[in-house]
Structures are given as structure tokens and as C-alpha cells.
């Protein structure tokens, strides 16, 4: 086969995917210290690290924290801060929402970014997001499940330095829309991979990782440790633009346990400002590091 013919059919077989191997290079030591002293305090970390084919990539997301910080549902870290509405729209209706992320969210509403999630990694926090905005209303989650070892995918957990942590996102807004499998979710950082070809790309932009398991405990981890892979994607520059139209698959709905919420405060002790919401995410809770989930509600 000839090589153009060849890197033609590799480029179909695998669009736009950017591998890495290793380790990512820190650039920032921690995003977030707590001022106070709590049971599950992660260094929230940011790293850079070159993809095969050169690109830069940060890892595990770029991010526009702490732009928007929120006041607080739930935070052990800091005294709660007054509601500020965010004003996309004067004469707009004044929409309170209630959020808890494993570990990271930022909420883009009609294209404009209206919060940051307070505590990047831990502890777990919830937060209250109020904007004031007019019909139809574009909601747009960029959400990371953060981790210790940059570019691997993995955490510390009861002794395991290679732990694959993973993810979840429930949101109740009090126009009535609820986080539930009507989103749209798409995976742009997966990891840790014992090789790359564990992702495979499939017909509707899906990114398979499902033989590898999608939730705790049935997620195989894979041996690779600091040799692991990693597959990324490029994220489209309007992604959070009213006009971007997802080709994305639907979200994907886990119960409690699955998320292992069970016993977090921040989540548990306010049932009603989360009755009817479902926890999504992508396809896998595990694997997938870095998901944009959007919904457009007329
Ligand atoms: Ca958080
Ligand atoms: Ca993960
Ligand atoms: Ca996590």
C-alpha cells in the first residue's frame, strides 16, 4: 500500500486523535489549597504534555478556573458566598441552578460562562448558579474528573497509586430542566489505556471504551502504570455556542452507587434541590476524564 493511501485510511480509522504516553510535564502546582483542615484534600494540578504527533496538550483540561467562582450549596472549605446573578440578558428570567461535579464543572449558559466549580479536585462541594437569561437557553458543561498523576488518568485510593478515579454530574435548574440521558455527551480525554487502540471510534461519534468497563468495580485497571496512553480529541472552538450543533451521543444515566454518592454530603444532604435529576456523564465513568455535555431547552 502506498503511504499517502495508507495515512488516509489510518486518518479515517482514527479521526482527530491525539495519543500520549507518560507522564505530563506539571505547570501548575495547585489550583486550589483549602484553608481548611478536611479528610479528602487532592492537589488539584494542572499538566502539559506532547501528543505523538506534536500537539501540546493540557492535561487533565484546560480549564476557565476560577473565572466564575458560585456560591455554595455545600463547601467545607469556605464560608458560603452570596447568590450573584449572572447577567446574560437584563430582561431575561432569573434561573437558580444546584450543581455537584465529580470533580470539576464549569456551566456555560447561551454561550456565556456563568461558573466555575469552587474546589477543582476535593472535597466534594455543591454549589448554587443563578444567571438571568432569555429563551431558548443553550446549557453547556464542560466537566473533568481530576487526577493525581497528570496524563495518566489515575489517583491515589486506599494504597492504589494507579487507581482510575472516575467522574458524574447532577444539575437541577429551576426552569425545570434536569440533568437525565436528553443531554448530549461527548469524551475528550481517555485514559489510562494499556494501548491506544482500546478506544475505538464508531458510527455516531462514539468513542468505544466499553470492553474495558464502564463503572467501579467492573472497570479492568489497566497494568500499564506510568507507561499508560492515552487518547484525546480537539474540542470545537464554539463548542458552548448556541449555533454548535452536537453530533454528540446521549448522555449516559448511573445511579448512586455507581457514582459512589451515596455518602457525600454535598450530594446527600439536599435531596429536593436535586429531585428528578439523574447523574450522567459519557458512555464510561471511568475512562473518560474530560466530557462536554450540552442541552438546548426552547
Ligand atoms: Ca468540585
Ligand atoms: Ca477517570
Ligand atoms: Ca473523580
Not at 482514527?14 to 506539571?26: E, I, L, N, S
Not at 498523576?149 to 478515579?165: A, I, Q, V
Not at 444515566?253 to 451515596?262: A, I, L, N
Request: aromatic share 10%; net charge neutral; charged share 15%.
Amino acid at each position: 500500500m502506498r503511504l499517502a493511501a495508507f495515512l488516509l485510511l489510518a486518518t479515517a480509522a482514527f479521526p482527530q486523535r491525539h495519543v500520549t504516553q507518560g507522564r505530563a510535564q506539571t505547570i501548575t502546582e495547585n489550583l486550589y489549597k483549602c484553608p481548611q483542615t478536611v479528610n479528602n484534600h487532592r492537589i488539584a494540578a494542572v499538566g502539559r504534555i506532547t501528543a505523538t504527533d506534536g500537539t501540546v496538550l493540557t492535561v487533565p483540561a484546560q480549564t476557565a478556573y476560577p473565572a466564575r467562582p458560585t456560591a455554595d450549596l455545600y463547601n467545607e472549605c469556605a464560608p458560603s458566598a452570596p447568590i450573584k446573578p449572572v447577567i446574560i440578558d437584563p430582561d431575561g428570567e432569573l434561573i437558580t441552578a444546584h450543581i455537584v461535579a465529580d470533580n470539576y464543572f464549569e456551566l456555560y449558559v447561551n454561550g456565556t460562562l456563568v461558573a466555575t466549580d469552587n474546589t477543582p479536585y476535593t472535597p466534594f462541594n455543591s454549589a448554587i448558579v443563578q444567571f438571568r437569561a432569555k429563551r431558548p437557553l443553550t446549557y453547556a458543561f464542560k466537566l473533568v474528573d481530576w487526577e493525581e498523576n497528570l496524563g495518566l488518568g489515575t489517583e491515589l485510593m486506599r494504597g492504589d497509586p494507579w487507581y482510575p478515579g472516575d467522574g458524574g454530574l447532577i444539575a437541577r435548574f429551576s426552569d425545570g430542566t434536569v440533568t437525565d440521558h436528553t443531554w448530549r455527551a461527548q469524551s475528550f480525554y481517555i485514559a489510562p489505556l494499556n494501548r491506544p487502540a482500546d478506544v475505538t471510534e464508531k458510527p455516531g461519534n462514539i468513542h468505544d471504551t466499553s470492553a474495558l468497563g464502564r463503572v467501579h468495580p467492573h472497570a479492568k485497571k489497566p497494568p500499564c502504570q506510568d507507561k499508560c496512553f492515552a487518547v484525546h480529541y480537539p474540542i470545537p472552538a464554539n463548542w458552548a455556542s448556541p449555533n454548535f450543533n452536537p453530533q454528540w451521543p446521549a448522555a449516559v444515566e448511573y445511579t448512586d452507587e455507581e457514582v459512589g454518592v451515596t455518602n457525600l454530603p454535598a450530594y446527600t444532604k439536599f435531596p429536593n434541590h436535586f429531585q428528578g435529576a439523574r447523574w450522567i456523564w459519557s458512555a464510561n465513568l471511568v475512562f473518560d476524564n474530560l466530557v462536554l455535555i450540552r442541552k438546548t431547552v426552547p
